[in-house]
């Protein structure tokens, strides 16, 4: 099965004033508010890149590379579980197919967990599709962020976000983030001796071969 990734990306330039803000945003809510209005400034709007084809088992083998996620095979159980279910299509192990209408969709409840782990194995394709030599460095467990990378040149860190949900909600999460990474790359670019890039790679599961992806990269 093949997936489609659309992709959008943006770029936010950290200045000396926002890395300072992102430094105190987790401490103090009204300076979170503060970097909030004079990041507008400097960040760009979305623009799309080409579209990415990538197989389903590509994704399945990244996934179980670095999804801290303890989920089996999250791609069939969003697949069948959800996607299958909403069309009015529930499947029974060992029983024909039972056509119905769903009348209530509103109170399907999807895995959590299969949600997050697809999110982590797009965001680290993602992350080595568009960003050619990258190598893992580290997989942080329960702790911010996701993914830590390298090209040689430059230290990436990526975090990922995933919903069911739209696009425009997926972006809303990316943008409640966009924070707490400003907030990390600052603090790390003092620590590292490469420039330090922060990747939020957010992802909206619209169905099981439709991806629709947004990054933002963090740069000071």
Same mark, same amino acid.
């Given at each position: ?31 979170? $508010? #503060? ?10 709007? @979305?623009?799309?890149? *080409?579209? +990415? ?74 992350? $080595? #599709? ?10 942080? @467990?329960?702790?911010? *962020?996701? +993914? ?73």
């Amino acid at each position: 099965m093949i997936i489609q990734i659309e992709i959008e990306r943006r770029c936010l330039q950290l200045t000396d004033s926002l890395s300072a803000l992102a430094s105190l945003a987790s401490s103090r809510h009204d300076t979170r $508010q #503060r970097f909030l209005k004079e990041m507008a400034g400097n960040i760009t709007a @979305y623009a799309p890149l *080409p579209p +990415l084809q990538v197989d389903s088992n590509t994704v399945g083998i990244m996934i179980r590379q670095v999804s801290e996620q303890i989920v089996y095979r999250p791609l069939e159980e969003l697949r069948y579980f959800y996607f299958v279910y909403s069309r009015g299509a529930f499947l029974l192990p060992g029983y024909p197919r039972l056509f119905y209408m769903a009348t209530n969709k509103q109170n399907l409840s999807p895995s959590k967990s299969a949600i997050g782990a697809i999110g982590e194995g797009v965001a680290a394709i993602l992350s $080595q #599709r568009l960003y050619q030599g990258t190598v893992r460095l580290a997989r942080p @467990y329960h702790t911010y *962020p996701d +993914l830590v990378s390298t090209d040689r040149k430059r230290t990436l860190l990526t975090e990922a976000k995933a919903t069911v949900d739209s696009v425009e909600r997926i972006k809303a999460v990316t943008q409640e983030e966009l924070f707490h990474m400003a907030e990390h790359v600052s603090a790390c670019t003092s620590l590292d001796v490469r420039p330090v890039i922060g990747l939020l790679i957010g992802t909206a599961l619209l169905d099981e071969t439709s991806y629709h992806a947004v990054i933002t990269e963090v740069r000071k």
